[in-house]
Protein backbone atom coordinates (compact mmCIF):
# COMPACT_ATOMS: atom_id res chain seq x y z
CA UNK A 1 0.00 0.00 0.00
CA UNK A 2 2.91 2.50 1.03
CA UNK A 3 4.60 1.77 -2.52
CA UNK A 4 1.02 1.78 -4.26
CA UNK A 5 0.34 5.47 -3.44
CA UNK A 6 3.74 7.07 -4.58
CA UNK A 7 3.77 5.04 -7.86
CA UNK A 8 -0.51 6.16 -8.26
CA UNK A 9 0.58 9.61 -7.96
CA UNK A 10 3.72 9.75 -10.46
CA UNK A 11 1.55 7.59 -13.16
CA UNK A 12 -1.12 10.41 -12.81
CA UNK A 13 1.65 13.13 -13.00
CA UNK A 14 2.82 11.79 -16.03
CA UNK A 15 -0.35 11.40 -17.38
CA UNK A 16 -1.34 14.95 -16.37
CA UNK A 17 1.93 15.92 -17.93
CA UNK A 18 0.99 14.32 -21.64
CA UNK A 19 -2.13 16.02 -21.52
CA UNK A 20 -0.63 18.93 -20.87
CA UNK A 21 1.84 18.63 -23.94
CA UNK A 22 -0.78 17.21 -26.29
CA UNK A 23 -2.75 20.09 -25.68
CA UNK A 24 0.02 22.70 -26.02
CA UNK A 25 0.56 20.81 -29.10
CA UNK A 26 -2.91 21.33 -30.40
CA UNK A 27 -2.78 24.86 -29.58
CA UNK A 28 0.59 24.93 -31.92
CA UNK A 29 0.44 25.24 -35.72
CA UNK A 30 1.12 22.36 -37.69
CA UNK A 31 4.86 21.46 -37.47
CA UNK A 32 6.95 20.04 -40.39
CA UNK A 33 9.91 18.12 -38.38
CA UNK A 34 11.33 15.68 -40.52
CA UNK A 35 12.95 12.41 -38.59
CA UNK A 36 16.05 12.98 -38.07
CA UNK A 37 16.55 14.90 -34.64
CA UNK A 38 17.68 18.14 -34.16
CA UNK A 39 18.24 18.61 -37.97
CA UNK A 40 14.67 17.95 -38.48
CA UNK A 41 13.47 19.30 -41.80
CA UNK A 42 17.34 20.47 -42.65
CA UNK A 43 17.04 18.63 -45.32
CA UNK A 44 14.10 18.75 -47.02
CA UNK A 45 14.47 22.64 -46.61
CA UNK A 46 17.66 23.02 -48.09
CA UNK A 47 16.98 21.33 -51.47
CA UNK A 48 14.90 24.05 -52.73
CA UNK A 49 13.84 26.20 -49.92
CA UNK A 50 11.74 28.87 -51.54
CA UNK A 51 9.19 25.77 -53.23
CA UNK A 52 9.09 23.91 -49.91
CA UNK A 53 7.52 27.21 -48.05
CA UNK A 54 4.66 26.81 -51.16
CA UNK A 55 4.31 23.24 -50.95
CA UNK A 56 3.64 23.43 -46.80
CA UNK A 57 1.21 26.21 -47.40
CA UNK A 58 -0.99 24.17 -49.84
CA UNK A 59 -0.60 21.64 -47.16
CA UNK A 60 -0.68 22.32 -43.91
CA UNK A 61 -2.68 26.20 -44.48
CA UNK A 62 -2.16 29.19 -43.95
CA UNK A 63 0.12 29.06 -40.60
CA UNK A 64 2.36 26.55 -40.01
CA UNK A 65 5.76 25.66 -38.23
CA UNK A 66 9.33 24.22 -39.66
CA UNK A 67 11.66 23.04 -37.27
CA UNK A 68 15.32 22.82 -38.64
CA UNK A 69 18.78 22.76 -37.73
CA UNK A 70 17.52 23.33 -33.71
CA UNK A 71 15.64 26.44 -34.55
CA UNK A 72 11.32 26.44 -35.44
CA UNK A 73 10.41 28.95 -37.79
CA UNK A 74 6.29 30.27 -37.71
CA UNK A 75 5.60 30.85 -41.32
CA UNK A 76 2.54 33.19 -41.60
CA UNK A 77 0.93 33.94 -45.21
CA UNK A 78 -2.27 35.61 -45.01
CA UNK A 79 -3.68 38.95 -43.17
CA UNK A 80 -4.26 37.91 -39.65
CA UNK A 81 -0.68 36.42 -39.47
CA UNK A 82 0.88 39.32 -41.11
CA UNK A 83 -0.88 41.87 -39.05
CA UNK A 84 0.63 40.16 -36.04
CA UNK A 85 4.19 39.87 -37.78
CA UNK A 86 3.77 43.74 -38.65
CA UNK A 87 2.09 45.61 -35.71
CA UNK A 88 2.82 42.92 -32.78
CA UNK A 89 4.67 44.06 -29.80
CA UNK A 90 5.56 40.43 -29.07
CA UNK A 91 7.71 40.40 -31.60
CA UNK A 92 10.97 41.65 -32.35
CA UNK A 93 13.25 42.31 -35.13
CA UNK A 94 16.45 43.19 -33.28
CA UNK A 95 16.22 39.70 -31.85
CA UNK A 96 15.87 38.01 -34.78
CA UNK A 97 18.45 39.32 -36.48
CA UNK A 98 21.22 39.34 -33.63
CA UNK A 99 22.72 36.08 -34.35
CA UNK A 100 23.06 36.03 -38.21
CA UNK A 101 24.92 40.20 -37.68
CA UNK A 102 26.90 38.14 -34.87
CA UNK A 103 27.73 35.02 -37.72
CA UNK A 104 28.41 37.10 -40.75
CA UNK A 105 30.06 40.53 -39.49
CA UNK A 106 31.36 39.67 -36.03
CA UNK A 107 29.59 42.54 -34.21
CA UNK A 108 28.89 41.17 -30.57
CA UNK A 109 25.14 41.14 -28.88
CA UNK A 110 26.14 43.78 -26.67
CA UNK A 111 27.60 46.36 -29.37
CA UNK A 112 24.49 45.61 -31.94
CA UNK A 113 22.06 46.04 -29.49
CA UNK A 114 23.81 49.44 -28.10
CA UNK A 115 24.25 51.18 -31.66
CA UNK A 116 20.81 49.77 -33.48
CA UNK A 117 18.76 52.27 -32.84
CA UNK A 118 21.30 54.96 -33.04
CA UNK A 119 22.20 53.69 -36.61
CA UNK A 120 18.89 53.00 -37.94
CA UNK A 121 17.77 56.29 -37.28
CA UNK A 122 20.92 58.32 -38.65
CA UNK A 123 20.07 56.13 -41.97
CA UNK A 124 16.45 57.01 -42.06
CA UNK A 125 17.49 60.28 -42.01
CA UNK A 126 20.22 60.94 -44.36
CA UNK A 127 18.63 58.26 -46.96
CA UNK A 128 15.33 59.05 -46.62
CA UNK A 129 13.03 61.13 -48.71
CA UNK A 130 13.58 64.33 -48.03
CA UNK A 131 18.07 63.86 -48.68
CA UNK A 132 18.48 61.19 -50.98
CA UNK A 133 17.91 63.34 -53.77
CA UNK A 134 20.89 65.53 -52.88
CA UNK A 135 22.95 62.25 -54.04
CA UNK A 136 21.38 62.68 -57.80
CA UNK A 137 23.98 64.36 -59.17
CA UNK A 138 27.35 62.59 -57.53
CA UNK A 139 25.27 58.96 -58.54
CA UNK A 140 25.22 60.36 -62.23
CA UNK A 141 28.67 61.16 -62.64
CA UNK A 142 30.19 58.52 -60.79
CA UNK A 143 27.91 56.56 -63.32
CA UNK A 144 29.30 58.38 -66.18
CA UNK A 145 33.21 57.49 -65.50
CA UNK A 146 32.20 53.97 -65.11
CA UNK A 147 30.19 53.82 -68.51
CA UNK A 148 32.88 55.33 -70.18
CA UNK A 149 35.20 52.23 -69.22
CA UNK A 150 32.53 50.29 -71.34
CA UNK A 151 33.67 51.15 -74.86
CA UNK A 152 31.53 51.92 -77.87
CA UNK A 153 30.44 48.49 -78.18
CA UNK A 154 30.39 44.84 -76.92
CA UNK A 155 29.10 41.90 -75.30
CA UNK A 156 29.42 40.58 -71.54
CA UNK A 157 27.48 38.61 -68.99
CA UNK A 158 24.80 41.12 -67.60
CA UNK A 159 25.82 40.85 -64.34
CA UNK A 160 29.44 41.48 -64.61
CA UNK A 161 27.72 44.30 -66.11
CA UNK A 162 25.74 45.93 -63.47
CA UNK A 163 28.87 44.55 -60.89
CA UNK A 164 31.27 46.18 -62.81
CA UNK A 165 28.95 49.88 -62.79
CA UNK A 166 27.40 49.46 -59.23
CA UNK A 167 30.17 48.47 -57.21
CA UNK A 168 32.41 51.73 -57.42
CA UNK A 169 29.38 53.74 -57.88
CA UNK A 170 28.20 52.46 -54.58
CA UNK A 171 31.51 52.74 -52.31
CA UNK A 172 32.00 55.97 -53.94
CA UNK A 173 28.96 57.71 -52.70
CA UNK A 174 28.09 55.79 -49.60
CA UNK A 175 31.73 55.35 -48.12
CA UNK A 176 33.72 57.96 -49.56
CA UNK A 177 34.76 59.52 -53.11
CA UNK A 178 37.80 57.90 -54.42
CA UNK A 179 37.74 55.10 -52.33
CA UNK A 180 37.00 52.36 -54.38
CA UNK A 181 40.13 50.97 -56.09
CA UNK A 182 41.12 52.11 -59.31
CA UNK A 183 43.62 49.67 -60.00
CA UNK A 184 42.76 46.43 -62.33
CA UNK A 185 44.56 44.21 -60.15
CA UNK A 186 43.11 45.34 -56.73
CA UNK A 187 39.47 46.15 -58.38
CA UNK A 188 39.48 42.43 -59.61
CA UNK A 189 40.83 41.08 -55.96
CA UNK A 190 37.58 43.19 -54.64
CA UNK A 191 35.03 41.52 -56.88
CA UNK A 192 36.62 38.03 -56.55
CA UNK A 193 36.30 38.40 -52.21
CA UNK A 194 32.75 40.63 -52.00
CA UNK A 195 30.83 37.96 -54.83
CA UNK A 196 32.71 34.95 -52.41
CA UNK A 197 31.39 36.68 -49.19
CA UNK A 198 27.90 37.35 -51.18
CA UNK A 199 27.31 33.71 -52.34
CA UNK A 200 28.11 32.40 -48.61
CA UNK A 201 25.92 34.75 -46.81
CA UNK A 202 22.99 33.03 -46.13
CA UNK A 203 25.51 29.87 -45.30
CA UNK A 204 27.41 32.13 -43.34
CA UNK A 205 24.31 33.12 -41.01
CA UNK A 206 23.69 30.00 -39.76
CA UNK A 207 27.36 28.13 -39.60
CA UNK A 208 30.41 28.21 -37.63
CA UNK A 209 32.73 30.18 -40.02
CA UNK A 210 35.63 27.16 -39.35
CA UNK A 211 33.15 25.09 -41.56
CA UNK A 212 33.01 27.58 -44.35
CA UNK A 213 36.52 28.10 -45.33
CA UNK A 214 36.74 30.06 -48.67
CA UNK A 215 33.81 32.19 -46.91
CA UNK A 216 35.76 33.36 -43.97
CA UNK A 217 38.64 34.12 -45.84
CA UNK A 218 36.94 36.48 -48.00
CA UNK A 219 35.13 37.89 -44.50
CA UNK A 220 38.62 38.69 -43.54
CA UNK A 221 40.27 39.99 -46.45
CA UNK A 222 37.49 42.59 -46.50
CA UNK A 223 37.60 43.37 -42.74
CA UNK A 224 41.22 43.99 -43.36
CA UNK A 225 40.62 46.46 -46.37
CA UNK A 226 38.00 47.99 -44.78
CA UNK A 227 40.55 48.82 -41.76
CA UNK A 228 43.13 49.75 -43.63
CA UNK A 229 40.85 52.23 -45.12
CA UNK A 230 39.17 53.83 -42.30
CA UNK A 231 41.60 56.52 -41.35
CA UNK A 232 40.87 57.33 -45.02
CA UNK A 233 37.30 56.87 -44.45
CA UNK A 234 36.70 59.18 -41.65
CA UNK A 235 39.05 62.05 -43.21
CA UNK A 236 36.17 64.11 -43.88
CA UNK A 237 34.99 67.87 -43.84
CA UNK A 238 32.44 68.70 -41.08
CA UNK A 239 29.37 66.45 -39.45
CA UNK A 240 27.12 69.75 -39.87
CA UNK A 241 26.64 70.18 -43.48
CA UNK A 242 25.56 67.17 -45.89
CA UNK A 243 28.94 66.76 -46.82
CA UNK A 244 29.31 63.24 -44.69
CA UNK A 245 28.60 60.21 -46.28
CA UNK A 246 26.66 57.83 -44.71
CA UNK A 247 29.19 55.66 -44.00
CA UNK A 248 31.03 58.49 -42.19
CA UNK A 249 28.10 59.54 -40.39
CA UNK A 250 28.46 56.13 -39.02
CA UNK A 251 31.46 55.61 -38.20
CA UNK A 252 31.15 59.42 -36.22
CA UNK A 253 27.82 57.74 -34.17
CA UNK A 254 29.97 53.89 -33.56
CA UNK A 255 33.02 56.11 -32.68
CA UNK A 256 30.94 58.55 -30.25
CA UNK A 257 29.81 55.19 -28.31
CA UNK A 258 33.57 54.41 -28.13
CA UNK A 259 33.06 51.12 -30.03
CA UNK A 260 36.17 52.10 -32.69
CA UNK A 261 37.10 48.47 -33.02
CA UNK A 262 34.17 47.31 -34.51
CA UNK A 263 34.41 50.30 -37.08
CA UNK A 264 35.15 47.65 -39.74
CA UNK A 265 32.70 45.51 -39.04
CA UNK A 266 29.84 48.17 -39.64
CA UNK A 267 31.26 48.85 -42.90
CA UNK A 268 30.76 45.57 -44.36
CA UNK A 269 27.81 45.20 -43.31
CA UNK A 270 26.64 48.03 -45.23
CA UNK A 271 28.45 47.05 -47.97
CA UNK A 272 26.81 43.91 -47.93
CA UNK A 273 23.54 45.47 -47.37
CA UNK A 274 23.99 48.05 -50.28
CA UNK A 275 25.21 45.88 -53.12
CA UNK A 276 23.78 42.53 -52.44
CA UNK A 277 19.76 43.59 -53.46
CA UNK A 278 20.63 46.53 -55.38
CA UNK A 279 22.97 44.11 -57.73
CA UNK A 280 20.42 41.55 -58.72
CA UNK A 281 17.53 44.23 -58.73
CA UNK A 282 19.39 45.98 -61.80
CA UNK A 283 19.90 42.75 -63.29
CA UNK A 284 16.19 41.86 -63.24
CA UNK A 285 15.00 45.49 -64.30
CA UNK A 286 17.29 45.55 -67.60
CA UNK A 287 16.77 41.66 -67.89
CA UNK A 288 12.60 42.46 -67.82
CA UNK A 289 12.64 45.32 -69.74
CA UNK A 290 14.50 44.23 -72.91
CA UNK A 291 13.04 40.88 -72.67
CA UNK A 292 9.37 42.99 -73.37
CA UNK A 293 9.85 45.00 -76.72
CA UNK A 294 6.86 46.90 -76.47
CA UNK A 295 8.25 48.44 -72.47
CA UNK A 296 11.63 49.04 -74.22
CA UNK A 297 10.36 51.42 -76.98
CA UNK A 298 8.04 52.96 -74.54
CA UNK A 299 10.96 53.50 -72.34
CA UNK A 300 12.90 54.91 -75.27
CA UNK A 301 10.65 57.29 -76.00
CA UNK A 302 10.11 58.75 -72.53
CA UNK A 303 14.02 59.24 -72.22
CA UNK A 304 14.21 60.81 -75.58
CA UNK A 305 11.48 62.97 -74.55
CA UNK A 306 12.97 64.57 -71.63
CA UNK A 307 16.46 64.29 -72.67
CA UNK A 308 16.34 64.61 -76.47
CA UNK A 309 17.89 62.23 -78.80
CA UNK A 310 19.33 59.41 -77.07
CA UNK A 311 23.04 58.90 -76.92
CA UNK A 312 23.83 62.79 -78.21
CA UNK A 313 25.11 64.49 -75.21
CA UNK A 314 26.64 64.07 -71.71
CA UNK A 315 23.62 64.46 -69.22
CA UNK A 316 22.83 65.33 -65.86
CA UNK A 317 19.78 63.89 -64.17
CA UNK A 318 17.68 65.28 -62.06
CA UNK A 319 14.67 64.87 -59.76
CA UNK A 320 12.41 66.69 -61.88
CA UNK A 321 13.40 64.13 -64.95
CA UNK A 322 12.89 61.10 -62.48
CA UNK A 323 9.46 62.21 -62.01
CA UNK A 324 8.32 62.11 -66.07
CA UNK A 325 10.35 58.57 -66.50
CA UNK A 326 8.01 56.87 -64.42
CA UNK A 327 7.53 53.98 -66.61
CA UNK A 328 10.99 53.26 -65.53
CA UNK A 329 10.79 53.43 -61.67
CA UNK A 330 7.84 50.97 -62.35
CA UNK A 331 9.67 48.67 -63.85
CA UNK A 332 12.13 48.48 -61.05
CA UNK A 333 9.50 48.07 -58.42
CA UNK A 334 7.57 45.33 -60.15
CA UNK A 335 10.87 43.42 -61.06
CA UNK A 336 11.61 43.54 -57.34
CA UNK A 337 8.23 42.68 -56.85
CA UNK A 338 8.82 39.48 -58.84
CA UNK A 339 11.94 38.63 -57.20
CA UNK A 340 11.52 39.74 -53.56
CA UNK A 341 13.67 38.19 -51.00
CA UNK A 342 12.88 34.65 -49.66
CA UNK A 343 12.10 35.69 -46.06
CA UNK A 344 11.97 37.84 -43.40
CA UNK A 345 12.05 37.53 -39.66
CA UNK A 346 11.11 38.85 -36.30
CA UNK A 347 11.09 36.57 -32.77
CA UNK A 348 8.47 35.93 -30.70
CA UNK A 349 9.19 37.53 -27.40
CA UNK A 350 5.91 36.72 -25.83
CA UNK A 351 3.68 33.80 -27.11
CA UNK A 352 0.72 35.39 -29.62
CA UNK A 353 -2.30 34.31 -30.95
CA UNK A 354 -2.77 33.77 -34.48
CA UNK A 355 -6.18 32.25 -36.14
CA UNK A 356 -6.79 29.36 -33.49
CA UNK A 357 -3.38 28.90 -32.70
CA UNK A 358 -0.46 30.35 -30.19
CA UNK A 359 2.96 30.64 -31.13
CA UNK A 360 5.50 30.61 -28.53
CA UNK A 361 7.88 32.87 -27.82
CA UNK A 362 11.22 32.10 -29.04
CA UNK A 363 9.76 30.96 -32.47
CA UNK A 364 10.54 32.89 -35.41
CA UNK A 365 8.00 34.52 -37.27
CA UNK A 366 8.68 34.42 -40.72
CA UNK A 367 6.66 36.04 -43.79
CA UNK A 368 8.01 35.47 -47.39
CA UNK A 369 8.18 38.88 -49.97
CA UNK A 370 8.39 36.42 -52.46
CA UNK A 371 5.28 34.40 -52.07
CA UNK A 372 3.10 36.76 -50.86
CA UNK A 373 3.80 38.63 -54.33
CA UNK A 374 2.54 35.63 -56.07
CA UNK A 375 -1.07 35.84 -54.21
CA UNK A 376 -3.34 36.68 -57.42
CA UNK A 377 -5.87 38.31 -54.27
CA UNK A 378 -3.13 41.28 -53.79
CA UNK A 379 -1.45 41.00 -57.10
CA UNK A 380 -3.75 39.98 -60.20
CA UNK A 381 -1.63 38.01 -62.97
CA UNK A 382 1.08 37.61 -60.19
CA UNK A 383 3.40 35.72 -62.09
CA UNK A 384 3.39 38.36 -65.10
CA UNK A 385 5.77 41.73 -65.80
CA UNK A 386 3.46 44.39 -65.66
CA UNK A 387 4.58 47.54 -64.61
CA UNK A 388 1.50 49.37 -65.39
CA UNK A 389 -0.13 48.27 -61.88
CA UNK A 390 2.36 50.25 -59.87
CA UNK A 391 -0.27 53.29 -61.51
CA UNK A 392 -2.02 52.37 -58.65
CA UNK A 393 0.25 52.78 -55.88
CA UNK A 394 0.84 56.86 -54.36
CA UNK A 395 4.50 57.21 -55.49
CA UNK A 396 4.11 60.90 -54.51
CA UNK A 397 3.28 60.25 -51.35
CA UNK A 398 6.54 57.44 -51.06
CA UNK A 399 3.36 55.03 -50.72
CA UNK A 400 4.07 51.19 -52.41
CA UNK A 401 1.11 49.08 -53.27
CA UNK A 402 -0.87 47.19 -50.42
CA UNK A 403 0.97 44.06 -49.73
CA UNK A 404 4.27 44.59 -51.59
CA UNK A 405 6.86 43.81 -48.33
CA UNK A 406 10.52 43.57 -50.63
CA UNK A 407 11.94 46.15 -48.21
CA UNK A 408 9.86 44.83 -45.06
CA UNK A 409 7.31 47.47 -43.77
CA UNK A 410 6.90 49.22 -40.39
CA UNK A 411 9.43 50.40 -38.00
CA UNK A 412 12.47 48.35 -39.01
CA UNK A 413 12.07 48.31 -43.19
CA UNK A 414 14.87 48.85 -44.96
CA UNK A 415 16.50 52.38 -44.53
CA UNK A 416 18.21 52.20 -47.75
CA UNK A 417 15.00 51.34 -50.29
CA UNK A 418 14.99 55.45 -51.65
CA UNK A 419 18.70 55.41 -52.44
CA UNK A 420 18.17 51.85 -53.81
CA UNK A 421 15.53 53.12 -56.01
CA UNK A 422 17.34 56.29 -57.07
CA UNK A 423 20.83 54.53 -57.78
CA UNK A 424 19.01 51.84 -60.07
CA UNK A 425 16.27 54.15 -62.33
CA UNK A 426 19.79 56.62 -63.03
CA UNK A 427 22.28 53.50 -63.67
CA UNK A 428 19.06 51.78 -66.40
CA UNK A 429 18.23 55.76 -67.47
CA UNK A 430 21.89 55.97 -68.75
CA UNK A 431 22.30 52.64 -70.03
CA UNK A 432 19.28 52.68 -72.61
CA UNK A 433 20.11 56.61 -72.90
CA UNK A 434 23.93 55.83 -74.13
CA UNK A 435 23.80 51.88 -75.86
CA UNK A 436 21.45 50.21 -77.72
CA UNK A 437 20.71 46.68 -75.95
CA UNK A 438 19.47 43.57 -76.69
CA UNK A 439 20.40 39.96 -74.16
CA UNK A 440 21.56 37.02 -76.39
CA UNK A 441 20.50 34.74 -73.83
CA UNK A 442 16.86 33.96 -72.84
CA UNK A 443 15.63 35.59 -69.25
CA UNK A 444 17.30 33.17 -67.11
CA UNK A 445 15.28 31.58 -63.93
CA UNK A 446 16.03 32.50 -60.59
CA UNK A 447 17.93 30.15 -58.19
CA UNK A 448 15.70 28.23 -55.97
CA UNK A 449 18.13 28.44 -53.48
CA UNK A 450 17.77 31.76 -52.19
CA UNK A 451 15.65 32.89 -48.72
CA UNK A 452 18.03 35.70 -47.35
CA UNK A 453 17.98 39.08 -49.77
CA UNK A 454 16.45 39.30 -53.38
CA UNK A 455 16.54 36.87 -56.05
CA UNK A 456 19.72 36.03 -57.93
CA UNK A 457 19.82 34.63 -61.35
CA UNK A 458 20.40 31.28 -62.30
CA UNK A 459 23.03 30.85 -64.74
CA UNK A 460 24.31 33.60 -66.68
CA UNK A 461 22.45 35.95 -69.28
CA UNK A 462 24.85 37.93 -72.07
CA UNK A 463 24.16 41.24 -73.33
CA UNK A 464 25.22 43.50 -76.57
CA UNK A 465 25.50 46.87 -75.99
CA UNK A 466 26.22 49.09 -79.38
CA UNK A 467 26.65 53.10 -78.21
CA UNK A 468 24.21 55.19 -80.15
CA UNK A 469 25.32 58.21 -82.38
C1 LIG B 1 16.40 46.83 -53.97
C2 LIG B 1 17.31 46.84 -53.02
C3 LIG B 1 17.04 46.48 -51.58
C4 LIG B 1 16.14 45.59 -51.04
C5 LIG B 1 15.12 44.72 -51.77
C6 LIG B 1 16.32 45.63 -49.60
C7 LIG B 1 15.58 44.89 -48.69
C8 LIG B 1 15.74 44.93 -47.33
C9 LIG B 1 14.98 44.15 -46.39
C10 LIG B 1 13.87 43.17 -46.74
C11 LIG B 1 15.41 44.45 -45.14
C12 LIG B 1 14.88 43.86 -43.82
C13 LIG B 1 13.61 44.58 -43.42
C14 LIG B 1 12.74 43.84 -42.45
O1 LIG B 1 13.12 42.78 -41.92
O2 LIG B 1 11.61 44.32 -42.20
C15 LIG B 1 16.47 45.40 -45.29
C16 LIG B 1 17.19 45.94 -44.24
C17 LIG B 1 18.26 46.80 -44.40
N1 LIG B 1 18.67 47.39 -45.57
FE1 LIG B 1 17.93 47.04 -47.42
N2 LIG B 1 17.31 46.51 -49.31
C18 LIG B 1 17.78 47.05 -50.49
C19 LIG B 1 18.78 48.00 -50.61
C20 LIG B 1 19.49 48.55 -49.59
C21 LIG B 1 20.51 49.55 -49.74
C22 LIG B 1 20.97 50.16 -51.07
C23 LIG B 1 20.99 49.83 -48.49
C24 LIG B 1 22.05 50.80 -48.05
C25 LIG B 1 22.24 51.96 -48.61
C26 LIG B 1 20.26 49.00 -47.55
C27 LIG B 1 20.45 48.98 -46.18
C28 LIG B 1 19.74 48.21 -45.29
C29 LIG B 1 20.03 48.14 -43.87
C30 LIG B 1 21.15 48.89 -43.14
C31 LIG B 1 19.10 47.27 -43.31
C32 LIG B 1 19.01 46.83 -41.83
C33 LIG B 1 18.14 47.82 -41.09
C34 LIG B 1 18.17 47.64 -39.58
O3 LIG B 1 18.98 46.86 -39.07
O4 LIG B 1 17.39 48.30 -38.90
N3 LIG B 1 19.35 48.24 -48.25
N4 LIG B 1 16.65 45.69 -46.62
Avoid at 34 to 44: D, K, M, Q, T
Avoid at 108 to 116: A, E, L, R
Avoid at 263 to 272: D, F, H, M, S
Wanted: aromatic share 12%; with cysteine; hydrophobic share 40%.
Amino acid sequence: MELIYPAGIIILGCVALLLFLQWKNLSRPPCIRGWIPWFGAGFEIGKAPLEFIEKARIKYGPIFTVFAVGKRMTFVTEEEGINVFLKSKEVNFKLAVQSPIYHTASIPNNVFFTMHEKLHTMMKGKLGTSNVYRLTGQLTEELHEQLENLGLHGTMDLSNLVRHLLYPVTVNVLFKKGLFPTNAKKISEFRQHFQVYDEGFEHGSQMPECLLRNWSKSKTWLLALLEKNMPDIKACKSAKDHSMTVVQAMMNIIEMEKNEQNQPNYGLLLLWAALSNAVPVTFWTIAFVLSHPNIYRTIMEDISSVFGAAGKDKIKVSEDDLKKLLLIKWCVLESIRLRAPGIIARKVVKPVKILNYTVPSGDLLVLSPFWLHRNAKHFPEPESFKPERWEKADLEKHAFLDYFMAFGRGRYQCPGRWFALLEIQICVILIFYYYDCSLLDPLPKHSPLHLVGVQQPEGQCRIEFKRRK
